[in-house]
């Protein structure tokens, strides 16, 4: 057993495990515990090997990771303290299905097969209490959150300049929204423990070494404090010190601070404690970009991320309150993504929807979209003022951007020139320079189809006007765009509506979508279409004379793209916490002119759904005070 380590700690995560048991019961279990002590990096479980043994999570954190049939290792989840892992193999004789192995630091209880076998020859009530866990978890139909809230968070500075111990109180004002905090640095270590210059000791994993003693007085005060709150910030030093080294070590998480006016070069902290381990910290690594609270857009974003293996990034300005509100969001998986899906010209909706948010003081924190909706969530991601943003998309729409025909129709009927200058020219008025995605305040992607390997791709890097284009290129419409050796076209095809990818977003806790569909064709009452001719003739007279009631060549195109997009539209509803989908059948796909209609067609819908929600209901897309 581990020097120490709180008895009751283990018996607070048994009773949640198993729910209401006796004492006796309770101290059985127990005896057929032992304790396990993982350090980071540490595999307590490998996929494909024999399952010996149930164990519960006390403290620290772990990542569940499956072999793919790529040769490449996925994460399936991460798991905190009080989760159950490997609890199937008490009943079966299947091999592992995954690969855990601790994030940081951790300590977990096992209960062998074995000891499993005895134990429930012995005790009828921890029989029935543990079954009833098994079947719980077996059939529970809430879904378990991938990436679950860190607890411990590290702080580092990777640049000059950055006063890590400032960001940290501002952090903490807004985690204190959601949860009890606590702010951590060497100084106040030292002083807790009433030993000065104690939290700069060597940092090691050997039993035998002379320093060992105080590490283990540090760590199990950081336990403690743990124990004890909600969200622990650990702020770092501003040099690769021990104490730094330390705070890697026992996050959760670890957000790098850099100044973003500063070169992206590596820093000393980030080469000595995150980096030492088979090229990259255990712990993810989040990238957060701080800028003075007047800088209009982000830039250069890609040199900093191809410098460091980073699970995501963020942009905040400390100054405004409302950026570090959306970094406590994504922190505490509480931030809303908001989806919005292709469709034409219908897709101008969109800014109406989200004229509707602002006005109600619903916040978004990440946005995704496909075709249009990837054009409609750019300019939210932007972050500028609607009232900006509302003339620039108007100007741009009203050239037609469906209107340069090709004369020689070899791989689509529109030559897309005019979609790509009315695109450069629209994001550089919003973005002030020709913007990557990683360069949006608010976390950005969009959805394409991949016409090379037959599949969806979700675009997240890269320059933002050619990921429009290829995310908008609809089949025999637009020609494709080729990137990086692969032709991409309309996301519709295959996910028209995103919202599982967003989803799996680090930080996403709600969503809100908005989605357009596709008119339900009339039956017709015909037996052959008729040729070009009669088709024309027909054309030409009154709309309610017409004979052939047939879609137009590019709404035909248009709506064939996102069949099968519209197939899995309930699923896509199921995965949505707040859903609008606006009536605008009598809106073409490529009327591109009514710009100011269909923008309040979606704005007056959107009031009328989020008017009539009761009030607890929209609190849940608020920032909270």
Not at 39 to 68: C, P
Not at 471 to 476: D, F, L, M, R, V
């Amino acid at each position: 057993m581990p020097t120490d380590y709180p008895e009751q700690v283990l018996i607070h995560h048994l009773q949640r495990m198993l729910g209401e048991v006796d004492a006796e019961a309770l101290q059985l279990l127990r005896r057929h515990l032992e304790w396990v002590e993982l350090a980071a990096g540490d595999t307590l479980m490998r996929q494909g090997e024999q399952g010996d043994a149930m164990y519960l999570s006390i403290s620290g954190r772990l990542r569940a990771s499956v072999l793919g049939d790529d040769g490449a290792e996925h994460m399936v989840r991460e798991m905190g303290r009080g989760e159950v892992i490997g609890e199937m193999s008490l009943y079966t004789d299947e091999p592992r299905t995954a690969t855990v192995v601790a994030i940081r630091n951790s300590v977990l209880v096992r209960l062998a097969k074995s000891e499993f076998a005895s134990l429930l020859a012995s005790s009828a009530q921890m029989s029935i209490a543990l079954t009833r866990q098994m079947i719980k978890r077996l059939t529970s139909t809430s879904p378990r959150t991938a990436v679950p809230p860190p607890l411990v968070m590290a702080l580092l500075p990777v640049t000059a300049g950055v006063d890590g111990a400032d960001f940290a109180r501002r952090l903490a004002v807004q985690l204190g929204r959601m949860g009890k905090v606590c702010l951590v640095d060497a100084a106040s270590v030292d002083t807790a423990l009433q030993q000065s210059g104690l939290t700069h000791t060597a940092v090691t994993d050997n039993a035998d070494n002379a320093d060992n003693a105080a590490n283990r007085r540090i760590a199990q005060y950081l336990d403690q404090l743990e124990l004890a709150h909600d969200f622990v910030l650990l702020v770092g030093d501003a040099d690769a010190s021990a104490w730094t080294q330390r705070c890697s070590r026992h996050s959760d998480e670890i957000l790098l601070l850099a100044d973003a006016s500063q070169p992206p070069v590596l820093h000393a902290s980030e080469a000595a404690c995150l980096m030492q381990r088979g090229g990259q910290s255990d712990a993810a690594q989040i990238l957060v970009l701080l800028h003075a609270a007047d800088v209009r857009c982000p830039s250069g974003t890609r040199q900093w991320l191809a410098r460091r293996p980073v699970a995501d990034h963020v942009h905040v300005r400390p100054a405004l309150d409302s950026d570090m509100a959306r970094l406590a969001r994504i922190q505490s998986r509480t931030a809303v993504g908001l989806v919005l899906a292709g469709g034409g010209a219908k897709g101008l909706a969109h800014l109406g929807l989200y004229q509707a948010l602002l006005e109600r003081g619903l916040v978004v924190d990440f946005v995704g979209g496909t075709s249009i909706g990837a054009i409609m969530a750019a300019m939210v991601a932007s972050d500028q003022p609607l009232a900006s943003v509302m003339p620039i998309a108007r100007a741009a729409f009203a050239d037609k951007p469906t209107g340069d025909f090709n004369l020689l129709p070899l791989i689509s009927l529109i030559r897309g020139r005019r979609m790509r200058r009315i695109l450069q020219v629209a994001l550089e008025q919003i973005f002030g320079h020709p913007a990557d995605i990683e360069d949006t305040w608010k976390n950005y992607f969009c959805v394409a189809s991949n016409y090379t390997k037959a599949c969806e791709q979700v675009i997240s890097e890269g320059p933002l006007t050619q990921s429009l284009l290829a995310s908008t290129a609809i089949p025999g419409a637009f020609p494709p765009v080729p990137v990086a050796g692969d032709l991409l076209f309309d996301g519709g095809t295959f996910n028209n509506f995103p919202v599982s990818i967003m989803r799996k977003r680090r930080g996403v806790g709600k969503v809100i979508g908005m989605d357009l569909g596709v008119r339900k064709p009339k039956p017709v009452t015909f037996e052959e279409v008729p040729g070009t001719w009669a088709l024309l003739r027909d054309r030409l007279r009154p709309r309610q004379q017409r004979r052939y009631k047939l879609p137009s060549f590019m709404a035909y195109l248009l709506n064939v793209n996102i069949m099968y997009s519209n197939s899995r539209q309930g699923e896509s509803r199921r995965l949505t916490d707040l859903y609008f989908s606006p009536p605008l059948e009598r809106v073409g796909m490529l009327q591109w002119q009514r710009f100011d209609s269909i923008t309040k067609q979606g704005y007056d819908y959107a009031c009328e759904v989020l008017d009539a929600m009761p009030e607890d209901q929209l609190r849940a897309f608020r920032p909270r005070a």
